[in-house]
């Protein structure tokens, strides 16, 4: 993974932040304590950006998780159908599963994604913002 880094790609598989990749965007490493999921640091310590650039900014992470979610039913069905040779309705209740299991990592993916269209690496530069 270290040789991503610098590109955002490093920045949306690992959350970090996208300016200087240094520190986690979120204060709960775990996706899966749900009671944090969505829980960021205001600021990279490293750097000083500011991940919420303006209020309501992670709105826009709505429209980028219904793509991630598509990707991630699509994936599910070509693997229970075409794999499996499931039937249709094995194949929805594989669809549904995936997306209530991987539920946190589509939504943490989608903020990622949506921070890093706003955001470029700049390295160990301090921030503007």
Do not use: D, Q
């Not at 598989?13 to 775990?30: A, I, Q």
């Not at 989608?110 to 269209?117: A, L, Q």
């Amino acid at each position: 993974m270290k040789a991503l880094k610098g590109t955002k790609l490093y920045s949306i598989l690992t959350g970090t932040c996208p300016v200087c990749h240094e520190e986690s965007m979120y204060l709960e490493s775990n996706p899966y304590k749900l009671s944090r999921v969505l829980e960021m640091h205001e600021r990279c310590s490293h750097c000083g950006t500011k991940y919420k650039i303006e209020p309501s900014f992670f709105y826009g992470a709505m429209y980028v998780s219904y793509a991630v979610g598509v990707a991630f039913a699509v994936a599910a069905f070509i693997i229970s159908y075409f794999f499996f040779g499931s039937s249709p309705l094995t194949a929805f209740f594989a669809i549904t599963g995936t997306l209530i299991v991987f539920m946190p990592i589509i939504m943490r993916l989608s903020r990622n994604i949506w921070i890093n269209f706003f955001f470029s690496y700049k390295g160990t530069e301090k921030a503007e913002n």
